[in-house]
């Protein structure tokens, strides 16, 4: 049987393209949301406090003093209300379900930042949620998330007024994608070597 050779240049293509589904993660346009104050669902009043300490206006550290009720908004545990705990000393926060099934998310914290304006004061938090319950690795479609969004806006002495905690999937390193893509071209290549017989 001849082989037109034409076509089999677009084999690693092919390849690549039903195969790459396989292996990349099934990414959901979806979010874990919690959240209290403002203009939440349910209109769920913050409770609890944060330590917070500014120099020239600018945040440099912030804990909780009493843990502050955030309200599951988006997720697969909705409607629960979690006690969210944090220390930037530490590095460390956790989202503790308030009865329920008693989930729990921890993570840590990368980054913060945050301010003094007109009597509210803001912390903001960017967070690697390393320890997920079953059911939100599974809503999110991966066994950790990022948070970019923990924010708590406080009163001058220290109440939560508003605090929204947002998670997502965390973004896959471009240097993970170029490795699968190219071991992607190279199984391509392997098979028109083998398809051709050369």
Known sequence: MKINKNWTRFIPVIVGLFVLPLFVQNAQATEVSFACGGTVELVLPCTGSVSATYSGGALTSASTTSFVTVFNSQGPDTPAFFAMVFDTGTGTITLSELGGA????????????????????????????????????????????????????????????????????????????????????????????RILGS
């Open 102 to 193: 008693g989930d729990v998310l921890s993570g840590t914290i990368g980054s913060f930042f945050g301010g003094q304006a007109g009597g509210e004061d803001d912390v903001n938090l960017f967070v690697t949620w390393s320890t997920l319950p079953t059911i939100f690795q599974t809503w999110l479609g991966a066994p950790t998330g990022q948070g970019f969004t923990t924010d708590v806006s406080l009163t001058t002495n220290g109440l939560a007024e508003t605090a929204t905690v947002s998670i997502i999937e965390p973004t896959p390193e471009p240097s993970s994608l170029l490795l699968l893509g190219s071991g992607l071209l190279s199984f391509g290549g392997l098979l028109r070597r």
